[in-house]
C-alpha cells in the first residue's frame, strides 16, 4: 500500500517531495487491483499446503529464474540479524484488504498535478498490482519514466537488487 500513500501524500503536499519513486503500484481507481485479496488468499493457501514461504508465490514469477530470485530473497531475509517483523493479525489484514478494495473502486485521482521527477518501477507480472496500472501511472504523470522488469512479479525490485539500486542512484543524481 505505500505506493497509493505516496501519490496520495505527493498530491496533498507537493512540496514535501522531491522526487517519487513508485515500485510495484498502480492508480487509485484502478479496479484490477480489488482482486488483490483472491490472489493473496489463494496464495497463503498454497504456501501453506506446500511449506513454502508465501512471499515466493506473491512476490516472484512461477519461471525458474523466478522461483530462484523468490529463494535468494528469502535466504537473504533469514541472513537479517536484527529482525522486527512482527506477523500480521488476522484483523489488520482484513482491514488492508477493504482499503486496497476500496482504493480500487474510488474516482481516480489527478495524478497529472504531480511534477515531480518520478520513477515507476514494476516487474512485467505482477500479478498482486498488474503492469497495466504501471502503463497508466507513467502516462497520467507527465514528469516519469517507467522500468518494467521482464520475468518479474510484485517484489521486482528484490529479484533484480543490484540493477534496481544502480537505477535509484542514477534516477536521484539527475
Not at 482482486?35 to 504456501?47: E, M
Not at 481516480?108 to 511534477?115: R, T, Y
Not at 498490482?129 to 518479474?152: C, F, M, T, W
Amino acid at each position: 500500500m505505500g505506493g497509493f500513500v505516496a501519490q496520495a501524500f505527493t498530491l496533498k503536499y507537493p512540496s514535501s517531495v522531491n522526487h517519487l519513486i513508485l515500485v510495484g503500484t498502480g492508480p487509485q481507481g484502478d479496479s484490477e487491483i480489488a482482486k488483490v485479496g483472491r490472489i493473496t488468499t489463494f496464495d497463503l493457501i498454497r504456501s501453506f499446503l506446500t511449506h513454502r514461504d508465501v512471499k515466493e508465490y506473491l512476490f516472484f514469477t512461477r519461471t525458474p529464474q523466478g522461483k530462484q530470485a523468490g529463494k535468494a530473497f528469502i535466504n537473504r531475509l533469514k541472513q537479517r540479524e536484527i529482525v522486527e517483523d512482527k506477523a500480521i493479525t488476522l484483523a489488520a489484514y482484513r482491514r488492508q484488504l477493504i482499503a486496497i478494495k476500496q482504493y480500487a473502486h474510488d474516482q481516480p485521482a489527478n495524478l497529472a498535478q504531480i511534477n515531480q521527477p518520478t520513477l515507476i518501477v514494476n516487474g512485467d507480472h505482477d500479478r498482486m498490482v498488474p503492469v497495466n496500472g504501471s502503463y497508466e501511472l507513467h502516462e497520467r504523470i507527465l514528469n516519469s519514466q517507467l522500468k518494467l522488469y521482464p520475468d518479474a512479479g510484485h517484489m521486482a525490485l528484490f529479484q533484480n537488487p543490484n540493477d534496481f539500486a544502480a537505477l535509484l542512484a542514477q534516477f536521484l543524481n539527475h
